[in-house]
Structures are given as C-alpha cells and as structure tokens.
DNA sequence: CAGTATCCGATGCGATACTG
DNA sequence: CAGTATCGCATCGGATACTG
C-alpha cells in the first residue's frame, strides 16, 4: 500500500515527504525507536488497551479512557488505522461503526502486557489511588466479573461506595447466562450480595495490592449476603488480569 | 522511602503533592496507564535501551542517543533515578559517573524487547532508512560485533560506505581479544577484512531486512579479504538482535 | 568528562461548540 | 451514536552558551 502510493502527491508533497514531516522523532531505524515513535504517543496504548479487551464502539471505547478528549480518540482512531493496527467496518444500517484489532494490533499483546505487569510490580500507587475514577473503576470490575453456574439468573449483585458523592455511590452487576451488564441506576433490582467498602479499598483489593481476605477481616470490605454466594465472591467478582503479581518493596530496588 | 518522606514539605508543597502536580497524565490506577505515563516519554525508553545494552558512562549513553539533547538526557536520567530504574554512582577519583539499571530496570527489558520485536515484524522500515546516523550504525553494529578464536588478534575490518559525506566514509572494528573497538581514525592498520556497501544496504543487511547472501551475490555489499575470514563475516559482524524476526507484508495486516 | 541555565518556538492537546 | 471544527494555552524540549 504504502510503496504504490509513494509517487502520490498531496499539495506538492510526495507521500513520502508527508509521512517524514510527521516528524521523525528519533530519526532511528532501531526498531525499538520506530515502535516508540508510533505507540509511545499520548492515549495510543491505553486505546490499544481497551480494544485488546474486546471494546468495538467509538462510545465504548471511550467509556474505558474517560479522560481522553473525543477529539484525540478520533485521532488516534485514524492514525491507528492508517499503520494498519486497527480496522475500522461501517454497518450499512444504523451507521454503527464497529473497531478491532487486525494481526498486527493483536500482536501488540505482548507489548501492552508486559509494560502492565512491569508497572504492577514496581510502581507506586497511592497517588493513583487518590486518584480513582469510580465509573472506571466498575467498568473495569465489570469487564473481569465471570458468570458462574453455581450463581442464579440473574444475579444481582450491588456496590455500596460509602466515601464517594452521593449520586456515584451505588452501581449494580448484573450476571445473566454469560453475560455481566453494569448498571448505575435502581431498578428495583433484588439484590443477592452487597458489597460495600471505600472506593480505595475496593480499589486496592481488587488490583490485588492489598489481601481480599484481610481486607474481609477488618471490615474494609464487607460482604452481607448468603453464604453459598459470598464464600465463592473471589470467583466471580474476579480481579485485575495483573492482580497475581506481587507488588516489589522500595527495598528490593537495587 | 516514598512513604517514609509523605510529609516532607518543599517550598510548602508536601511530597504527593508534588508527586501529583507533575500531571496525572491519564489519572488511571490501570497499571498500564501508570507505566506509560512513566515510561513513554520522549526518549525514556531508549536510554533505558542503552542502559540495557551495557552502557555506563554519560556521553556513552548519549552516543546510542545522538539526536537527544544533553540537557534532556540528564533530566530523564535523574527521572529514572529518582524513580528506583537507575542507580547513578560517583567515583572518588576523577568524578567518573556509573550509571546502571536497578533489578526494576532490568525488569524493563521484556517491555524493550517485545516493543523492538513488534516493531521489527509490522512497521515500515524506509523512511528510517533513508534517514540513518552513520555514527549509529556504526556504533550499533561494533556492540554486537564478536570476536572469535579463528581470528587473529588484533583482527581489523575496514568499512567503507561508499555514499555518505567523505569525512565520514570509513570506520574501523578492531577485534582484540575479547573487546571490539570502534574508530574512525585511520591509524594506518593492517586491514584483514574490507566491507564495502551503500549506507542503505549495510543497513538493511545488518537489520535482517534483506538477506546478507543476496546482497553479497548481488554486489551490493563486497568482502574483500582471505576467504577464511570473510566465509565466517556473519558470526563476527553479528547482526540487529531482532534480525531474525521476519518483516510482515502489509497484505498480512487484517 | 559530566553536566546546568536560560531562552523561546513548535505542537500537542483539552475545552467547547457544532453536525449528520 | 459517532464523530468534526476551531481556538488557545501550557509544556515540552531543542539550541546555545556556560561551569567545575
């Protein structure tokens, strides 16, 4: 594609010309600099992020990167697409559009994994965790809670945030067949389990950086609901994809 | 020591204060978002790459990186310091500098090699190499160059790239036991082997993105000297350490 | 050798408003 | 739902000159 088009000229500029003007930040063919070049932009590896974890729509993706500007998010959509990392389908009804991942954004598995497990192990996180977005954070619990056969369908579960503003303080889970839907709004729903606990104990519990049983024994956490459900909650609660990785001390560094 | 230092005060702002003021790039707990809010930026990643591939001295560091500004180098250095990837040691005498990765940095190199590895597969390749920096080549393929026992000691190679600005034409390997020095100084060897390439096919060859016997039956890369030595030019001339991942082809890419 | 200080220009990006 | 157009500022980092 790219070598048909390079006699191409677009207002007196070769595509050649164009694609250098970009700027050829390290100017290096190392490979490694070519890939920071292109991955290493503002956003691009957590929209990677999101579309490894099967998002597809333009708003859906954006749900997972709430602080993204849609205007970037466009943006990066293009510039991705252009490298050939993602394919961008327009239905004929509906105009929805549906993104994903081609074998080479597929192949950006590796790179995204490691970088998380690297920072999962190593870095700080108590300025993140002052930090944390709760319609995030649901959203990302919701994307790892698994249905179970043990469980009711549907099975409601609820999240009492108890140190949040009011209007953010309740979300619901909702586990019908194989499907988990986040909820924020009551429906009247009859709820199996109640889950409350402060935004950064929940946070942390489910990141894996503090232990979810501790967590259960001083009351950080609390459970209220029957036992054949809340004995079996690490299960289908789920927990970071990273949450296994064990946080290094300041110590280990030398 | 992050913990230990949370009320510290500087021109009264607390530590996480400042921490925090940085800029919370993406305000994620995600430890994706965290690593590349650290990790990608400009440049991070290719002194950590040079730090990887062994390099301790200041300006040694800053010859795998020659478009990056010393005054950049330095703060990124201090950055990685300050952060726990780097240790930075004085010596006593003659105000040398070590710098070196801490085992978090160490622990940054499947994020190296997975990135350069990707890159190596699916990104085009011709704009960075009708861009290339000479000194770098030249500087890449010495630190990978390896000395063998068939070889006498010293051994010397001449390269002479016959396209680029005369001052710059050609350099030397010297292989002396275990060490191979770069020059480009001609110090009046004894030359055993001469390699003689455009700057363009030198690259590609060493990079693994075309095939070094084809470029030699093709004359575009010429080995002049005894044939024991230049039947064993691979194992000593080395190559890019991604070289064997092949390139994809774009129609790969869906 | 190993940096630091200062200046200043490009540009990346967020905010806001608007479209089909 | 899925974007685009425009504005304006903050900041990042390159260039240059200087230091111990």
């Known amino acids: 594609m790219l070598i048909e088009c390079s006699y191409l000229t677009v207002a007196g500029h070769t595509f050649w010309e164009i694609l250098m003007s970009k700027k050829a930040q390290y100017g290096q063919y190392c490979p490694l600099a070519m890939s920071a070049e292109f991955l290493c932009n503002r956003w691009t590896l957590l929209v990677i992020r999101e579309l490894l974890f099967g998002s597809t729509g333009f708003n859906e993706i954006s749900r997972g990167v709430p602080r993204m500007s849609r205007t970037l998010l466009s943006t ?59 319609g995030f954070l649901m959203w990302d619990i919701h994307r790892n809670a698994v249905s179970m056969p043990e469980l009711p369908s549907p099975f409601i579960v609820e999240f009492y945030l108890n140190n949040v503003p009011e209007n953010k303080r309740t979300h619901w889970l909702v586990f019908e067949d194989d499907v988990v839907d986040l909820c924020h709004i009551d429906h009247g729903f009859s709820v199996h389990v109640q889950i409350e606990a402060s935004i950064e104990d929940l946070t942390k519990a489910w990141m894996g950086w503090i232990d979810m049983s501790d967590a259960i024994n001083t009351n950080k956490i609390i459970f209220k609901g029957p036992a054949k459900y809340t004995d079996i909650a690490i299960t289908w609660l789920g927990s970071s994809s990273v949450a296994h990785i064990a946080k290094r001390v300041v110590a280990e560094r030398i």
């Open 76 to 134: 990066r959509l293009k510039e991705l697409t252009d490298r050939g990392v993602v394919t961008r389908r327009e239905k004929r009804v509906g105009g929805q559009v549906h993104y994903s991942l081609t074998s080479a954004g597929l192949a950006l598995g590796p790179v995204v994994f490691s970088m998380a497990e690297w920072g999962q192990e190593w870095l700080e996180v108590e300025p993140a965790v002052q930090n944390v977005d709760v």
